[in-house]
């Protein structure tokens, strides 16, 4: 019979809500989340409007998980052709797939767009977790799975037919999250140069999604307030 001091006190359970919302921590049970907060180190940052979380070459040494409020990533091509903005809410955990591999450094800059909460936990502390709770090593191996299945999906799907459905796709393709703002700066000349076009046929079809009211235009900008509806 367990003891009343074996039970989740308020504060475990609070934190066992906010875990829970990520991939990593989902089917976690109530006594496992007990264990984790008695024996191992889980940090804990609040970060204020419009100061930086982490930024684009810094190398990753622990995970992120944004547990409140809401974030700027922005981030750009290799060549520096186009530049995306992404507006992200809790939960969303920051770039996992780069604490292990060859590449270590994060590929984007992360800023507060509100009061933001964040848990932390070390890379060592991970490998921890995944060797001593079989849920989050099994969540851990869906998490690798979905990234590299969703990159081979990528390649075996059809071609758009309309050039303004392959803009679309352009632009959806170098979104990290799959919903919400984004603002991706790019020339007009290098969109049509990308997508094998002509600059003129860019402008039409940019202007076409612009009256059905999908995406808006300024200068070298291109912003969708919702990715999700288009």
């Not at 700027?72 to 797939?97: F, G, V």
């Not at 050039?163 to 919400?180: F, H, Q």
Request: proline share 3%.
């Amino acid at each position: 019979m367990k003891k009343d001091t074996d039970k989740p006190t308020p504060p475990q359970l609070q934190l066992y809500d906010k875990l829970v919302q990520f991939p990593l921590f989902q089917g976690i049970s109530s006594a496992d989340m007990a264990d984790i907060v008695a024996n191992y180190k889980l940090g804990f940052r609040k970060v204020r409007t419009g100061e930086s979380i982490v930024s684009a070459g810094q190398r990753s040494v622990m995970l992120l998980m944004i547990a409140g409020g809401s974030v700027e990533m922005k981030r750009c091509a290799d060549n520096k052709i186009w530049e995306m903005t992404e507006t992200l809410y809790a939960p969303y955990t920051i770039e996992p797939h780069r604490l292990f591999g060859l590449n270590n450094t994060l590929e984007a800059d992360y800023t507060a767009l509100t009061n933001t909460n964040i848990i932390y936990i070390y890379k060592d502390e991970l490998r921890r977790l995944i060797a001593n709770f079989e849920v989050i090593r099994i969540n851990s191996l869906n998490l690798m799975a979905h990234s590299v299945q969703k990159f081979h999906n990528s390649l075996t799907q059809r071609q758009p037919e309309t050039l303004t459905a392959r803009i679309m796709r352009y632009i959806k393709e170098r979104c990290c999250y799959p919903a919400g703002r984004k603002v991706m700066k790019i020339k007009m000349t290098q969109l049509a140069e990308e997508l094998n076009d002509s600059r003129l046929d860019i402008s039409r079809a940019l202007n076409s999604l612009c009256q059905q009211g999908i995406i808006a235009l300024q200068r070298g900008t291109i912003i969708i307030e919702a990715i999700e509806r288009c």
